[in-house]
């Protein structure tokens, strides 16, 4: 049919989980930085891994 539309879902790929897991065992595991840095490091690496992900989009078939 001309009309179908087809749609993509993208699956979430656990960002908040995967940000939580790079400050507890890579940047921050002894403890060692404040909660302010290691909340920045959260957010940052958060915000990268939420732009990696692809934009679903609805095209016409």
Do not use: F, W
């Not at 087809?6 to 908040?16: N, S």
């Not at 403890?31 to 891994?49: K, M, P, V």
């Amino acid at each position: 049919m001309a009309n179908d539309l087809e749609v993509k879902v993208v699956q979430d790929t656990g960002c908040y989980e995967q940000a939580a897991d790079y400050v507890d065992n890579r940047y921050d595991p002894d403890g060692t930085h404040t909660e302010a840095e290691s909340e920045a490091a959260y957010q940052g690496y958060y915000a990268a891994c939420e732009d990696q992900k692809e934009t679903p989009r609805i095209t016409a078939g």
